[in-house]
Each structure stands twice: as structure tokens, then as C-alpha cells.
Nanobody
Framework: QVQLEESGGRSVRAGDSLSLACKIS????????LGWFRQAPGKEREQVGA????????VYGDFAKGRFRISRGDSKDTAILQMNDLESEDTAVYTC???????????????WGQGTQVTVSP
């Protein structure tokens, strides 16, 4: 059974940096997309970006380009979302997910974590 668990969410100040982790367990496949998503109160979920786990290719949403980076962590089966120069508009629940297909935004994600809260104060 594939499971994902996010960690690292907390309250920070505008301009700070924050790193979120996504721990994957139970997978028996190697070609997949690791996506990060976020949902702010009263807004629809939007995709931060995605990383192809074996190819290393990445794609980002416009708001994330230049500030956010998705990578594989040093620990096995861990993904990292590095967020820099955070703004109050980045306040949201951040969730990681696993999907299959081309490296692009959107697509179908099959396995989801529970999410971790990031709050950015002015």
C-alpha cells in the first residue's frame, strides 16, 4: 500500500525560507511523478510542480518558478519542496502526491498525503 506523509509545515515570516518533506512508503514502481500541490482557504487546489522520479525532469506552476524547487531528498524515498522568499499568499496546506504520465502540470494523481500547513505572516 503506497503511503505519503508530509512534514515540515509551520508558521514563518514573509521573506523566510522553508523546506517541506514528503516521505514515500510501500511503492514498487520507479517511473512516477512526485507532485506538490497547495490549497489556500477558500481557494481551489493548485499545483506547485512535479518531479519525474527517475528522469529528474521538473515542471513548476508560474507562481513557483524561481522561488520553489522540488528535489529528491538525501533519505531514500523522500522528496523535498524548498520554498524561498515566502509571501503571505503562500499560506496554504501543502500536499504531495504520486501520479503517472508525462512531466507536466495537471494529470492524474493516484496517491495522496494528508498535507501540512504552511502559514506565512507579513
Amino acid at each position: 500500500q503506497v503511503q505519503l506523509e508530509e512534514s515540515g509545515g509551520r508558521s514563518v515570516r514573509a521573506g523566510d525560507s522553508l523546506s517541506l518533506a514528503c516521505k514515500i512508503s510501500g511503492r514498487d514502481f520507479s517511473n512516477f511523478l512526485l507532485g506538490w500541490f497547495r490549497q489556500a482557504p477558500g481557494k481551489e487546489r493548485e499545483q506547485v510542480g512535479a518531479l519525474h522520479w527517475s528522469l529528474g525532469e521538473r515542471v513548476y506552476g508560474d507562481f513557483a518558478k524561481g522561488r520553489f524547487r522540488i528535489s529528491r531528498g538525501d533519505s531514500k524515498d523522500t522528496a523535498i519542496l524548498q520554498m524561498n522568499d515566502l509571501e503571505s499568499e503562500d499560506t496554504a496546506v501543502y500536499t504531495c502526491a504520486i501520479g503517472f504520465g508525462p512531466v507536466s502540470l495537471g494529470g492524474r494523481y493516484r496517491f495522496w498525503g494528508q498535507g501540512t500547513q504552511v502559514t506565512v505572516s507579513p
